[in-house]
């Protein structure tokens, strides 16, 4: 019984030893941090700033939360914006003018193997009618006996997902992510074909940002993604590659 509070003891007097040393760790940190701090304010003429400043205003001014374009001036800077980041834009009179685009484009890129996010609005073209038959078409998860969606659409030629917002200011598409619609379907293709319904078309990246907000944390989406062109990337020597991290080509057919 001795021994044991002996071992407890010397425990005890080991940790307080060890408290001890981090404490003057931290002290001489501090220490060495302020003279940092106080050779910058000497150096630059002036008293140091020991308080954190004030900031009477917070986020976007009034100004810029109540700029609006009219729809055609919208449309016409997010094409602006769009195409100079190389992708393409169309306009589209309705559904079925979107269906024939598709149609006509899996022909163009002899496509074999096509992707789809699990949208009512999607389902609605009923591609698997107008396509040939040497063409296959695929709804995300929509089958358990698919093993693995997302090579399926990294084998796909084309990928067509369903825009839930785009900014005209910016350019950017915003695709949501959910069980019917993986992120894959716009990440892995080589092709992408982006249908956006014209009201979702905002004029500010802050009015799309601000329905996460309102939506709070619990009811954020699985994965938020920004489109804005194809997949580009440069090295050190500022080469620039299309398509290596994603899509190549990318479609956008804004519908209305």
């Known amino acids: 019984m001795a021994e044991t509070?002996?071992?407890?003891?010397?425990?005890?007097?080991?940790?307080?030893?060890?408290?001890q040393w981090l404490a003057q760790l931290e002290e001489q940190s501090r220490r060495r941090q302020q003279a940092f701090m106080d050779g910058i304010a000497q150096k630059l003429g002036r008293a140091r700033v020991t308080e954190a400043?004030?900031?009477p205003f917070r986020g976007a001014p009034s100004f810029w939360q109540d700029y609006e374009l009219p729809l055609e001036k919208r449309i016409e800077q997010f094409t602006e914006n769009f195409q100079a980041a190389g992708g393409h834009v169309i306009r589209a009179g309705g559904m079925e003018e979107v269906k024939q685009f598709i149609v006509?484009?899996?022909a163009e890129l002899s496509a074999k193997y096509m992707l789809r996010q699990d949208e009512p609005q999607l389902a609605e073209l009923a591609l698997e009618q107008e396509l040939t038959v040497d063409v296959q078409l695929s709804v995300w998860n929509s089958s358990e006996?698919?093993?693995s969606w997302k090579a399926k659409a990294a084998e796909a030629d084309i990928g067509i997902v369903l825009a839930d917002y785009?900014?005209?200011y910016t350019?950017?598409?915003?695709?949501l992510s959910a069980k019917e619609k993986g992120r894959s379907v716009s990440l892995l293709p080589t092709v992408l074909i982006v249908v956006l319904p014209i009201e979702r078309l905002k004029t500010r990246l802050g009015e799309i940002l601000?329905?996460?907000d309102e939506a709070g944390r619990e009811q954020l989406p699985a994965g938020i993604h920004f489109i804005s062109g194809p997949s580009r990337s440069a090295d050190i020597e500022n080469d620039l590659t299309i398509g290596v991290h994603g899509p190549g080509i990318v479609y956008t057919l804004?519908?209305?």
Do not use: C, M, W
């Not at 407890?8 to 080991?14: D, H, K, L």
């Not at 350019?171 to 695709?175: D, E, F, I, M, P």
């Open 5 to 19: 509070d002996k071992q407890e003891q010397g425990q005890a007097r080991e940790k307080q030893e060890h408290e």
């Open 53 to 55: 400043p004030q900031h």
């Open 104 to 106: 006509k484009k899996a």
């Open 145 to 147: 006996e698919e093993r």
């Open 166 to 168: 785009a900014a005209a």
């Open 171 to 175: 350019g950017s598409l915003t695709v």
């Open 210 to 212: 601000v329905t996460f």
């Open 254 to 256: 804004i519908v209305g």
